[in-house]
C-alpha cells in the first residue's frame, strides 16, 4: 500500500508540474478568462497566409489544453488537418489570446469526458443539447479539436 501511495504521489505531483508548466506559458489574464469565459474565439491560417475569421465556439479547459468540437467538413477541420496554427481569443474576438498548435482526436472517450463538463457550463448542454456525443464521434460526425498553446 505504501509503494501504491508513493507512484500515485509521483504521478499527481507531475500531472501538477506539467499543468502549472502549460499555464506559466499563457498570461494570467488568459488562463483566467479560460477558467471563467464561456467562448473563445477560433482562427487559422489561410493557404495564402492570412488569418481567418474567427468563429466562437464552446470549449472546456483542462489547465493544459483547450477543447471543442468541429464538423469534419469545416474549413477550420481541414485547415488544422494541413497543420495550420490555431489563434485564440477568450470571451471576445478581441479577448486575450494565444497561438497554439490543434490535433483532431476522434477517440469516443474523449467526447464522453467532455459532455460532463458542457454540462456544468453550458445550460441547454444540461439539457441535452449541443454537448459533444461520443456516437456522433464514433460515427465521424464530429471532430474533437485539442488546442494546446504555444511555448
Do not use: C
Amino acid at each position: 500500500m505504501g509503494r501504491s501511495r508513493a507512484v500515485l504521489g509521483i504521478g499527481i505531483s507531475g500531472l501538477l508540474l506539467g499543468v502549472a508548466l502549460a499555464t506559466a506559458a499563457l498570461a494570467p489574464d488568459v488562463v483566467k478568462a479560460l477558467e471563467t469565459d464561456k467562448h473563445v474565439y477560433i482562427a487559422t491560417q489561410r493557404a495564402d497566409g492570412t488569418r481567418s475569421d474567427a468563429a466562437p465556439v464552446w470549449f472546456t479547459w483542462d489547465g493544459t489544453n483547450v477543447w471543442t468540437t468541429t464538423a469534419p467538413g469545416s474549413w477550420k477541420a481541414k485547415r488544422i488537418a494541413k497543420g495550420s496554427p490555431v489563434f485564440v481569443n477568450v470571451g471576445t474576438k478581441d479577448g486575450p489570446g494565444f497561438e497554439g498548435t490543434a490535433e483532431i482526436v476522434t477517440d469516443p472517450a474523449q467526447a464522453a469526458k467532455m459532455a460532463p463538463a458542457y454540462d456544468e457550463k453550458y445550460w441547454i448542454s444540461w439539457i441535452g443539447f449541443f454537448r459533444p456525443r461520443p456516437e456522433r464521434v464514433q460515427a465521424g460526425k464530429t471532430l474533437i479539436l485539442k488546442i494546446t498553446p504555444a511555448s
